[in-house]
């Protein structure tokens, strides 16, 4: 069974299944489709009423949203303006700020700017001073350069005019001994040379050196002599000795003697005339490049003792004498210290380490100069190579001397304070007796 309401007065009823159906289809073929049309109409209406509804209510939320927007808007623009305005005024006190700068700036590029012209102005004066100075300079040094040539060149034309004469010299030298050796006999060989040597002597050194003794050797001790001692004092004081001994041969003669043979009696006449210095002059071995190349230094077989062509006669008693008139100072401090029980030790290490060292420059100055004898001897067309050993020899020469000069008392008592201490003892002894 189904109930049934009626929608007019309210009333319930019941209908079977059958009724129910009926009435259902009924309802279904016509009522159906009236509801179904205001259903349809209604939920149109509804639908319209709720777009209108909602429309509005969005027109509403627009005009709100409008309304807010414009708000935001205005908001925005004010903020906006004022921000301007900011800015605006921040732009114009940044104007004002560069302005200021722009004037500073220019204010210190305008000092600068007239720093800068004043450092440009005085660097260029001081340039124009110093390319002043220079070429002031440099025409003072092309007028010394132009100097030095030609005090060079007037030097160097009486060098050769030194070295042309002694070349003629020596040439002329050589001549007389060849010519001599053939003229003398045998007994006449050694006196000859012997007399020859003593001229020289008289002629060149007699009158520089007034007082010198230079003599035969007439003293026979232990059955030997020698045949020509020299000795040279400076006010009483002997500073050097030298034992000649002159050997010459003939050509023809048919035992021939060496050097060699005579140095040992030589060295032995030395020592018993008590003689510093020993000295061959010899003519023997006359092929012998060795000999004939100068003055030849025998002291590493005999001390102080050298082998010489007569025409060293001169410069080996020169050379002596200058490097032993030198030591005269040294050897009477060394009296005085000696009279006093000094320690000298160390002075006459020192005085020992000079003559060595003179001894080496000389060495090296006698064979530059034994160069350029045999050079002279050989030739005339060696001139230059004649020229360039003497001015080695000159040098070696000036380097002795150099040392010589520089050797001093301090120097030599260096390191020796007893010895230091004892010559400033004997300084003011000295100067408190001429007191």
Do not use: W
């Not at 007019?8 to 009522?31: M, P």
């Not at 259903?39 to 209108?52: C, D, M, P, Y």
């Not at 007034?210 to 002997?238: C, I, L, M, W």
């Not at 001397?401 to 390191?415: F, V």
Request: with cysteine.
């Amino acid at each position: 069974m189904k109930e049934l309401r009626c929608p007019n007065c309210g009333n319930v009823f019941t209908v079977d299944e059958n009724d129910y159906a009926a009435l259902l289809s009924q309802v279904k073929n016509k009522e159906f489709e009236d509801e179904l049309s205001r259903r349809i109409h209604e939920l149109e209406q509804n639908r319209k009423a709720q777009e209108a509804a909602e429309q509005a209510r969005m027109a509403a939320e627009k005009a709100a949203a409008d309304s807010r927007m414009q708000a935001e808007q205005l908001r925005r623009d004010q903020a906006a303006r004022n921000a301007i305005q900011q800015k605006e005024l921040m732009l114009q006190q940044k104007e004002t700020e560069i302005n200021t700068l722009k004037t500073q700036l220019n204010s210190i590029v305008s000092v600068k700017n007239a720093e800068m012209t004043a450092a440009l102005t005085k660097r260029e004066m001081e340039y124009q001073q110093k390319q002043s100075e220079q070429k002031a300079v440099i025409e003072r040094l092309m007028g010394a350069e132009q100097q030095a040539r030609t005090e060079a060149q007037i030097k160097e034309n009486q060098l050769k005019e030194q070295y042309e004469e002694k070349l003629r010299a020596a040439k002329e030298q050589v001549e007389y001994y060849k010519d001599l050796k053939t003229r003398m006999s045998t007994k006449m060989v050694g006196e000859t040379l012997e007399q020859h040597c003593s001229t020289l002597f008289n002629q060149m050194l007699r009158p520089i050196m007034p007082n010198a003794y230079f003599e035969k050797d007439n003293e026979v001790v232990e059955g030997t002599k020698g045949d020509f001692v020299f000795r040279d004092s400076y006010e009483g004081q002997e500073y050097v000795s030298i034992m000649f001994e002159m050997k010459n041969e003939n050509d023809e003669t048919s035992s021939k003697h060496k050097n060699e043979d005579f140095l040992k009696k030589l060295d032995e006449d030395r020592r018993k005339k008590g003689c510093e210095y020993a000295v061959l002059v010899s003519l023997l071995e006359a092929d012998s490049e060795l000999y004939n190349s100068g003055i030849v230094d025998m002291s590493h077989r005999y001390e102080k003792m050298y082998v010489i062509r007569p025409q060293f006669f001169i410069p080996i008693i020169t050379l002596l004498v200058q490097t032993s008139r030198k030591t005269i100072a040294y050897q009477r401090q060394l009296a005085i210290a000696q009279a006093q029980s000094v320690d000298v030790t160390n002075f006459e290490e020192q005085l020992a380490d000079f003559k060595d060292k003179f001894g080496r420059n000389y060495r090296l100055a006698a064979e530059k100069f034994q160069s350029a004898i045999a050079e002279i001897d050989k030739s005339i067309q060696h001139l230059q190579k004649i020229k360039e050993a003497l001015i080695g020899s000159e040098n070696n020469l000036r380097l002795a001397n150099d040392k010589a000069e520089a050797l001093t008392i301090k120097k030599l008592t260096r390191g020796n304070p007893t010895m230091k201490a004892k010559f400033d003892e004997a300084r003011e002894t000295g100067v408190q007796d001429e007191a």
